[in-house]
């Protein structure tokens, strides 16, 4: 099998396609990265650090993989864990550290300490307001139905903007950072030059933008990307995709998706000062092809345009600038009134197919919105609508909108 460091210099190197082979991807394995240092590669990635007084867990993985991090780091040391650190909230890197947990009390070695951001439990309150509506999104997003956790293991010790740890003779940096998500950490080991990224990088474009979730903040997260690349890290273990290697091209990968949310960002808010709509921003604000060209910044995941939104939503709010869509009329009587001008509903359905044969599929979905909001039992229309969005979806480069697309198709 290759290593996880070969299979990182043939992305570096070009060797491999990331378009064929998304570097994001889980490669479910587990290698030594350093000394002391165990690197699990799962759908949300877990790090071990063996230490004089037990193993310190960096994440601690999710609901659908805990089995395979928790053997993963067991087939490494059956060592006691003396401290997880949650660098931040998301289910996929939390509810795994419950199985840790369970191991621990079975074996009478009694209990650990969660580290993590202080914003980390107001996550947690939330997640349990909205626990219906994060299953929906979550099923959507990846077309997977998954139980949403009724409850989460809390911290027992967070911090505000920075805490040092001594952990079984090892210095461990927290740093609090707010980018994906308002609760990040970053883990920075200066003893063994690793650094711990989390959800700040992600081997693609950041997940600055997601139409479905609650707000990002990408300019803060470019100043915490420009302070870890400023640190002599000799190896990045990020929360998804594989380890970095090589202070030059930690520091450069990190640079580099730095510079993409400064551009989004500060385009974006300069149309913003200059009294645009968004519409015309999100076609006016484009990321520089160069950095998209990277193997860690292709939109796999998230898209530059987005993002763009949602600095929009940062910074001014939900109305986008349309005088109409501040308090529209019902979609489905706004519907009625542009089939009933062109000919009917069928008329437009039949409109919307002649467009997506063009190639305009994103003129064709509104026009095939409006016939099956105008005709919700037409079956034919309501078929037409699943041909056009599962065109979108198969079209779609980014996870987050071939989830939103493959959703449609399937409620036509």
């Given amino acids: 099998m290759t290593s996880l460091r070969e299979r990182f210099e043939a992305y570096w190197d070009g060797s491999i396609d990331p378009s064929a082979e998304p570097p994001m991807f889980p490669v479910m394995t587990h290698e030594e990265v350093a000394p002391g240092s165990l690197f699990v590669s799962s759908f949300a990635n877990v790090t071990a650090l063996r230490t004089d007084d037990g193993l310190v867990l960096v994440d601690a993985g999710g609901p659908l993989l805990a089995a395979q991090v928790h053997a993963a780091v067991r087939s490494w040391s059956d060592d006691p864990v003396r ?10 890197h939390v509810v795994g550290v419950e199985r840790f947990e369970a191991e621990q009390r079975e074996r009478g070695r009694g209990p650990f300490t969660v580290y993590a951001h202080e914003d980390v439990s107001a996550r947690f309150a939330r997640y349990a307001m909205t626990r219906g509506y994060n299953a929906c999104i979550n099923a959507r997003q990846f077309q997977v139905e ?4 009724r409850s989460f293991r809390e911290p027992d010790e967070t911090y505000r903007d920075q805490r040092v740890l001594e952990l079984g003779g090892e210095r461990v940096e927290l740093h609090h950072a707010r980018g994906e998500t308002d609760d990040a950490t970053w883990v920075w080991l200066p003893g063994r030059k690793l650094l711990c990224a ?32 400023a640190l002599d890290a000799e190896v990045m273990l ?6 970095l290697y090589g202070r030059e091209r930690v520091a450069r990968a990190l640079t580099e998706t730095a510079a993409l949310l400064e551009h989004l960002h500060d385009e974006t808010l300069a149309r ?20 998209l060209a990277r193997p860690y910044l292709r939109p796999f ?5 987005f993002i763009v939104r949602n600095v929009w939503r940062l910074y001014g709010g939900w109305w986008d600038g349309d005088p109409t869509r501040l308090q529209p009329a019902p979609a489905a009587a706004v519907a009625r009134e542009l089939c009933a001008l062109a000919g009917g509903a069928a008329a437009m359905a039949a409109r919307a197919m002649a467009v997506a044969e063009e190639g305009d599929l994103a003129l064709a979905s509104h026009l095939i919105e409006h016939a099956a909001l105008a005709a919700p039992d037409d079956a034919g229309i309501g078929a037409m609508r699943r041909d056009v969005y599962g065109r979108r ?20």
Avoid: C
Wanted: charged residues 20%; aromatic residues 8%; negative net charge.
């Fill in 272 to 291: 913003m000062n200059a009294g645009m709509r968004l519409d015309d921003i999100v076609r006016e604000v484009q990321a520089p092809p160069s950095l």
């Fill in 146 to 149: 998954v139980e949403w956790p």
């Fill in 83 to 92: 401290a997880v650190v949650y660098t931040h909230g998301h289910v996929d």
């Fill in 393 to 412: 979806a198969a079209a779609a480069g980014s996870l987050m909108a071939r989830g939103i697309y493959t959703d449609a198709a399937g409620r036509g």
């Fill in 198 to 229: 989390g959800d700040l990088f992600i081997w693609a474009a950041p997940n600055a933008g997601n139409p479905q979730k609650v707000q990002r903040y990408p300019r803060e997260w470019a100043l915490a990307l420009r302070a870890m690349a």
């Fill in 238 to 243: 990020p929360g998804h995709g594989l380890p």
């Fill in 301 to 305: 995941y998230d898209e530059p345009e």
